[in-house]
C-alpha cells in the first residue's frame, strides 16, 4: 500500500529536487530552509528528510551530510509537484524560427530535428523516424514488358510509389497479366503485411483460374520488402557530447555506455512511447529496464507527417534534469513539427 506524503514532506522533497537540479551537490537541511522561506525549522527539516529517506524518496550518498532525490522522489516530483513551465516568447520564436529556416528534404529532416531538439534542451536528443502502423499497398499493377519481362510497379497507402523489373522465368500472355492485376488488387491491397502470405496466394491463383503463380509470388515478396523498410523506424542521435557537461558523466565510460545504448536499433523497443493519454512521456533512472539507462532519465514526445505517420522525439539526461522545463520546450518543438509537416 502506497504511504500518502504530509503536504510538509513534498513540499521538502519538492526543494531538494529544485536544489540539486540546479546545483548538482547533496541538499542539507538549511538550504532546504531557505528555499522554504517558512518558519519551520532546520532540526524539523532534518526529521523529515531522514523520514523521506526512509521512505526511499531521498538517498544520502557516503561523502556528504546531504540528500539527493531516489528514481521514487524524481518520480514523485514529476507526477505531482514540479511547477508547470511556461516557454517564453523567446523560446518559442527559436523553435518556430530554426524549423522554418531548416525545413529541407524529408530524409534530411529527421537528424536536422535531432539537432535542434539538442539546441534548445541543452541534453542529448534522440529522434526517431516517422512510421505508419496501419501502412499497406493500396495498388497494385503489373506491366508487360515482352514475354518474360514486367515491371511491378505499387503505390502504398501513404502515396509512396515503387517499381521493380521482374525477369520471369516463364513467358507471360496478355490474359495472365491481366489476370495478375486483378488477383493482386483484389485479394493483396489494404491489408496487413502479416495477410501477405502464401495461403492467399494460392487462394488467388485458383479463383483466376491462370498459372500465375510467379508473378504473383514476385509482386508479394516486393510489396513485403517496400513495407518491411516503410515500418522499420531508425533512431538518430544528436548532441551526444552534451552528456559531459553534467558532473554524473564526467567518467568517460560511464558516458559512452548510455550513448551507445541509445543509438543502438534496439533501444527504439525500451523507450517511453507518448499516447494520447500521455503526449509526454517521462522514465526516471532505475524505471529504466536496461542497465546503461539506469543512471539517466529520458523524456518523449510525437510528432505526425501530413500522411498520417508518428515519429518520436525526445532527450536523455541526468536524473537531475529540469522536467519541467525540458518536456515544456520538446513538446513545444513537436508540435510546431508537426503544424510544419502538415500545412
Do not use: W
Not at 501502412?135 to 502515396?159: H, K, N, P, Q, Y
Not at 507471360?172 to 495461403?199: K, M, Q
Not at 488467388?204 to 510489396?223: H, T
Amino acid at each position: 500500500m502506497k504511504l500518502e506524503l504530509s503536504e510538509r514532506k513534498k513540499q521538502i522533497l519538492k526543494a531538494i529536487v529544485d536544489d540539486y537540479i540546479q546545483t548538482a551537490e547533496p541538499v542539507g537541511s538549511k538550504a532546504v530552509t531557505l528555499r522554504l522561506n517558512t518558519n519551520i525549522s532546520s532540526a524539523t527539516v532534518r526529521n523529515e528528510m531522514a523520514e523521506l529517506e526512509r521512505l526511499g524518496y531521498l538517498e544520502q550518498p557516503h561523502t556528504s551530510a546531504g540528500r539527493v532525490p531516489s528514481s521514487l522522489g524524481y518520480r514523485l516530483y514529476v507526477d505531482e509537484l514540479m511547477n508547470r513551465y511556461t516557454l517564453t516568447r523567446h523560446e518559442i520564436e527559436d523553435a518556430v524560427q530554426s524549423i522554418s529556416l531548416r525545413m529541407g528534404e524529408l530524409d534530411r529532416l529527421i537528424t536536422e530535428a535531432g539537432r535542434m531538439v539538442s539546441e534548445l534542451t541543452n541534453q542529448p536528443a534522440i529522434a526517431v523516424s516517422p512510421v505508419s502502423e496501419g501502412e499497406a499497398v493500396r495498388r497494385f499493377e503489373v506491366i508487360r514488358v515482352d514475354e518474360s519481362t514486367v515491371v511491378l510497379v505499387l503505390v502504398t497507402t501513404s502515396d509512396l510509389i515503387k517499381n521493380r523489373i521482374c525477369r520471369l522465368n516463364f513467358p507471360l500472355s496478355d490474359l495472365e497479366v491481366t489476370a495478375a492485376n486483378r488477383a493482386l488488387n483484389a485479394h493483396f491491397t489494404n491489408i496487413p503485411i502479416e495477410e501477405l502470405t502464401d495461403v492467399r496466394i494460392a487462394q488467388a491463383e485458383n479463383e483466376s483460374g491462370m498459372e500465375i503463380s510467379e508473378i504473383l509470388v514476385a509482386a508479394i515478396d516486393f510489396a513485403s520488402e517496400v513495407l518491411h523498410l516503410l515500418m522499420r523506424r531508425d533512431i538518430y542521435l544528436s548532441g551526444a557530447s552534451r552528456i559531459l557537461n553534467y558532473p554524473e558523466f564526467h567518467e568517460p565510460g560511464k558516458a559512452m555506455a548510455l550513448l551507445e545504448c541509445i543509438a543502438d536499433h534496439n533501444t527504439i523497443d525500451f523507450l517511453p512511447l507518448p499516447d494520447e493519454r500521455h503526449p509526454v512521456r517521462i522514465r526516471i533512472g532505475t524505471e529504466n529496464r536496461i542497465a546503461p539507462l539506469r543512471d539517466a532519465s529520458i523524456i518523449m514526445t510525437s510528432y505526425k507527417t501530413a500522411k498520417g505517420a508518428t515519429g518520436l522525439l525526445g532527450v536523455v539526461g541526468p536524473t537531475r534534469m529540469d522536467y519541467a522545463k525540458v518536456s515544456a520546450r520538446l513538446k513545444r518543438f513537436a508540435d510546431e513539427l508537426s503544424d510544419l509537416l502538415n500545412s
